[in-house]
């Protein structure tokens, strides 16, 4: 089985940074996506990592390191538009299906 | 491009009644997925697909059915409707098992 974790709830303030944590335990990995989703809206892909590292894209970054089991999503210079749920997925083994398990979720609120 | 499209946005359902959901993808995307997503809960993996023809089960497939037919389409069946099968389900479809997904805008389900 698979078990991922992360924050339920975090705050920030427009212009700053924020790092969202996820944690899995899984029988077998091949890779940790990252999925925003607006209130009311479908998910989005924003990233994907399958090797250790950083991965930047634009003003979002994820990291990856497969030996501790954790994944961090970096947002930067924070926008009012930012305000939703991001959702940490790890694909684990029999990965043919490219069958993901997801996270609760953490509900980012940005205040101005 | 309309990418991944739901059918319908909305229902609400008896206890007992039958219902298909029907989701289709205008990506040539070979594998095809049903989540539903309930308050505060993470996006569950009901069945999915791997390519026209085939349908597995995924974590939560109790209740529900699917047919994948067509390459294009992949349908959710409910036989005969639960309150605890009130959910949002989304469909998702990706070109190859590495990559993120494509998610359909939902369907919000209620059943009384």
């Known amino acids: 089985g698979q078990n991922i974790d992360q924050p339920t709830e975090m705050t920030a303030t427009e212009g700053a940074i924020v790092q969202i944590n996820c944690t899995y335990q899984?029988?077998?990995?091949?890779?940790l996506f990252w999925y925003q989703q607006h209130a009311g809206e479908a998910p989005t892909f924003l990233s994907y990592n399958v090797l250790d590292g950083l991965e930047e894209k634009g003003r979002f970054s994820s990291f990856l390191s497969r030996s501790k089991g954790y994944s961090y999503l970096l947002l930067k210079e924070l926008q009012m538009k930012d305000s939703a749920s991001y959702l940490c997925?790890?694909?684990?083994?029999?990965?043919?299906?490219?069958?993901?398990?997801f996270g609760d979720g953490t509900t980012l609120t940005v205040k101005p | 491009n309309a990418g991944v499209t739901q059918t319908p946005k909305f229902r609400v359902l008896k206890t007992g009644q039958s219902m298909t959901l029907l989701c289709a993808q205008d990506m040539n995307h070979e594998y095809m997925y049903w989540y539903r997503q309930d308050p505060g809960m993470g996006l569950r993996l009901i069945h999915y697909s791997v390519g026209e023809g085939t349908t597995a089960k995924g974590e939560v497939p109790d209740g529900y059915n699917v047919s994948r037919l067509k390459k294009q389409n992949f349908l959710l069946g409910l036989e005969s409707a639960a309150p605890s099968q009130t959910s949002v389900y989304f469909c998702?479809?990706?070109?190859?098992?590495?990559?993120?997904?494509?998610f359909g805008s939902g369907t919000r389900l209620t059943v009384v």
């Open positions: 997925a790890v694909r684990g083994r029999n990965t043919n299906a490219g069958k993901s398990t």
């Open positions: 899984t029988s077998g990995f091949n890779g």
């Open positions: 998702a479809s990706s070109y190859e098992a590495g990559r993120g997904y494509t």
